[in-house]
């Protein structure tokens, strides 16, 4: 089993729509959990850091569910700009400067 | 943030040759990291740099072939040495700093072909 897994994608979505992306992480001692942002021929980006209690930034919604391991991010309203691979990235030590694992990434693609 | 300038951002090289990339930072940084991005995956950690010591390399990644420098808080490098067309790939520098709370963030990458 990979230490991070997410929805393969891609996703195809019409400008408006609701759309969510799930990721699933192997190692229970993970500390820190981010939702990072690519764009083609880009470095990534921080979109969002996850909290325990859940945490919303305009249009966008991060949950974290320890118990199953499990980290999902929520787009509203989708905008041709939110096109991009969405990472999900998890933390692999206690401290948020440690080794992080990146997932495959969620290709997003927002159509007129 | 810390500004992240990594050098050159593209370059394309013979088989065989070695080619070094720079990162440097504006600010000084506990942690700076080099990831490899292989054309259509996800990222992967190749060596966490460490200032005044031997680079910290992860599983199928060796000093001999990805030489590290940290000569300081500010700056290092990373060569691919005796390349091959396997090799073409982005490389990626990452800063972060101990007890600052804040996630690592991205140079914006060296984009490596190798002919």
């Known amino acids: 089993r990979k230490e991070v897994e997410q929805d393969p994608g891609p996703f195809n979505v019409p400008e408006g729509a609701t759309v969510a992306f799930n990721c699933t992480y192997s190692?229970?001692?993970?500390?820190?959990f981010f939702w990072y942002r690519q764009d083609c021929r880009k470095e990534p980006k921080l979109l969002m850091s996850?909290?325990?209690s859940g945490n919303e930034d305009g249009r966008f919604t991060a949950q974290l569910n320890r118990a199953s391991q499990y980290i999902s991010l929520l787009i509203r309203d989708s905008k041709l700009s939110d096109s991009a691979t969405y990472l999900c990235?998890?933390?692999?030590?206690?401290?948020?400067?440690?080794?992080?694992?990146f997932g495959p990434g969620t290709s997003l693609s927002v159509i007129p | 943030s810390a500004v992240i300038s990594q050098k050159p951002s593209r370059d394309i090289c013979q088989r065989g040759t070695s080619l070094t990339i720079q990162c440097q930072v504006d600010?000084?940084?506990?942690?700076m990291f080099w990831y490899r991005q292989q054309p259509g995956q996800s990222l992967t950690l190749i060596a966490t740099?460490?200032?005044?010591?031997?680079?910290?390399?992860e599983s199928g990644f060796v000093i001999d072939k990805f030489p590290i420098s940290r000569p300081n808080l500010t700056f290092s490098t990373l060569t691919v040495s005796n390349m091959s067309p396997e090799d073409s790939s982005i490389y990626l520098c990452?800063?972060?700093?101990?007890?600052?709370?804040?996630?690592?963030?991205f140079g914006d990458g060296t984009r490596l072909s190798i002919l």
């Open positions: 990452s800063v972060a700093t101990v007890n600052s709370n804040q996630p690592q963030h």
């Open positions: 190692n229970s001692a993970s500390q820190s």
């Open positions: 990235v998890v933390n692999s030590g206690k401290t948020s400067y440690d080794k992080v694992i």
């Open positions: 600010s000084q940084v506990t942690m």
């Open positions: 740099a460490n200032q005044g010591s031997e680079a910290t390399y």
């Open positions: 996850v909290y325990s």
